[in-house]
């Protein structure tokens, strides 16, 4: 079922920066783990912003430990990534303990799943990328206390890879300790949320989120859910999700190859060249923000990119990716109401 969901996905959204994968489980595998009603904002949250960074998002709530194995199977071995998807993120909310993520039935180590998503142990199109953790969750029962410091005092082309590289994992507390979530979901994964959408590398906005959180804690009251995140990285390139958003989709003949020749091309030309516009056309959005994976109505402008691509109608394409809202401006959804059918 995942394997078809990631079809769907990828044949959806083509030109995605990355795949983000949102686990959000709310039960525990013990009866002392209470109900984590927060984690399902954790996951709107974590949602809308990897939607926003132009990520293809699949999300899960309340998975059993065996379907977490075989998700992480799934998006690890599936072998028809669009070229321009260079970043997999895997966002986890929920109860864990040492060394291990909780699921309603048990638990899932995380070095296992660390070494599912190892170059040697996943598809070659996408060992060399980097792959993105951030994991909200309890990783211990140890509860920290704050300790007062006086003023003054100081404290795809083939390539070599690493086997170990390119991973980057934040945790919400260090090994050993709980993390802590408030009315409106995890104390971090809120913050971290917002940040992500921050003009900034990610190690860079990993601190950021940090030091937000440490200057919170100073109120008497909150440094009761006083945590220390951590962040373990071996990743090999700079990495600015927002920016990377922003920039240009694959070159043609790359993206060109992802798409068989369409028989309704030619047919379709003129009748995609005169739908209505978007809702986002329209003019009807959300204080400016470009949700470019939840448009409503006939997004006809990326369907009529594509179809040029597909019949190789080059002159065309580039007569038309300069008039329509392309690129930096917005991407938008490949659909056209079941008109294109299976042909997509």
Same mark, same amino acid.
């Given at each position: ?135 909200? &969750?309890?990783? #211990? ?11 003054? *005092? @100081?404290?795809? %082309? $083939? ?97 060109? &190859?992802?798409? #068989? ?11 995609? *060249? @005169?739908?209505? %516009? $978007? ?66």
């Amino acid at each position: 079922m995942a394997s078809a969901e990631l079809q769907t996905l990828c044949r959806t959204y083509p030109r995605a920066k990355g795949l983000c994968v949102i686990i959000a489980n709310s039960r525990g595998n013990l009866l002392k783990m209470p109900l984590l009603e927060g984690v399902k904002t954790d996951l709107v949250n974590m949602k809308r912003t990897f939607e926003t960074l132009k990520f293809a998002v699949m999300t899960r709530e309340d998975c059993s430990a065996t379907q977490m194995v075989s998700l992480f199977h799934c998006v690890t071995l599936f072998s028809e990534y669009p070229p321009s998807y260079r970043r997999i993120a895997v966002v986890f909310a929920g109860h864990g303990v040492e060394g291990a993520l909780c699921a309603h039935d048990g638990t899932v180590p995380i070095d296992e799943i660390f070494d599912r998503f190892q170059p040697g142990n996943c598809h070659p199109s996408i060992g060399g990328i980097p792959k993105l953790f951030f994991i909200d &969750s309890c990783r #211990g029962k140890q509860k920290m206390e704050p300790v007062v410091v006086e003023r003054g *005092a @100081t404290a795809v %082309p $083939s390539k070599v890879v690493s086997p170990r590289g390119n991973i980057l994992v934040a945790y919400s507390t260090l090994e050993g300790y709980k993390a802590h979530e408030a009315e409106e979901g995890g104390i971090w994964a809120t913050e971290l949320s917002k940040q992500l959408l921050h003009d900034k590398s990610l190690p860079d906005i990993i601190v950021s989120v940090n030091q937000t959180l440490m200057v919170k804690f100073q109120n008497s009251a909150l440094s009761l859910y006083l945590q220390q995140p951590e962040c373990n990285l071996t990743i090999n390139e700079c990495i600015n999700l927002l920016k990377e958003s922003r920039e240009e989709c694959p070159s043609l003949g790359e993206a060109s &190859s992802n798409y #068989g020749t369409s028989s309704l091309a030619q047919k379709l030309i003129p009748q995609l *060249a @005169t739908s209505r %516009p $978007s809702r986002y056309e329209a003019g009807n959005h959300d204080n400016g923000q470009h949700d470019s994976f939840n448009v409503d109505g006939t997004e006809y402008y990326q369907q009529l990119l594509h179809t040029y691509v597909r019949e190789g109608m080059i002159q065309n394409y580039k007569e038309h990716q300069e008039k329509l809202p392309f690129g930096d401006k917005i991407l938008y959804r490949t659909r056209i109401e079941g008109t294109l059918g299976e042909d997509v």
